[in-house]
């Protein structure tokens, strides 16, 4: 399996009608336009991304103690 990563919508669009991939991810806009071309579109309702940004907060001297975040019953 490989995955590629295209930035451009109407590259992975493309894609798809020629062939070039089986699968991608397009937003609500193209929809229309796919399933006229035969293309067949799942969805995915109540979905969600979570994306978690740590900031770097190892760079602090708290997290660097080994000790810090290690359950109690943990030797």
Same mark, same amino acid.
């Given at each position: %399996?490989?995955?590629?990563?295209?930035?451009?919508?109407?590259? @992975?669009?493309? %894609?798809? @009608?020629? #062939?070039? /991939?089986?699968? /991608? @991810?397009?937003?609500?806009? +193209?929809?229309?336009? /796919?399933?006229? /071309?035969? %293309?067949?579109?799942?969805?995915k309702e109540n979905a969600a991304v979570v994306i978690l940004h740590p900031n770097m907060q $190892?760079? =602090? +001297?708290?997290?660097?103690?080994? @000790?810090? #975040?290690?359950? =109690?019953? $943990? +030797?």
């Amino acid at each position: %399996m490989t995955f590629l990563i295209i930035p451009e919508e109407n590259t @992975r669009i493309a %894609m798809l @009608r020629t #062939g070039e /991939a089986d699968i /991608a @991810r397009i937003s609500r806009i +193209p929809v229309k336009e /796919a399933l006229s /071309a035969g %293309m067949n579109v799942i969805t995915k309702e109540n979905a969600a991304v979570v994306i978690l940004h740590p900031n770097m907060q $190892w760079t =602090s +001297p708290v997290f660097s103690d080994i @000790r810090f #975040g290690r359950p =109690s019953t $943990w +030797p």
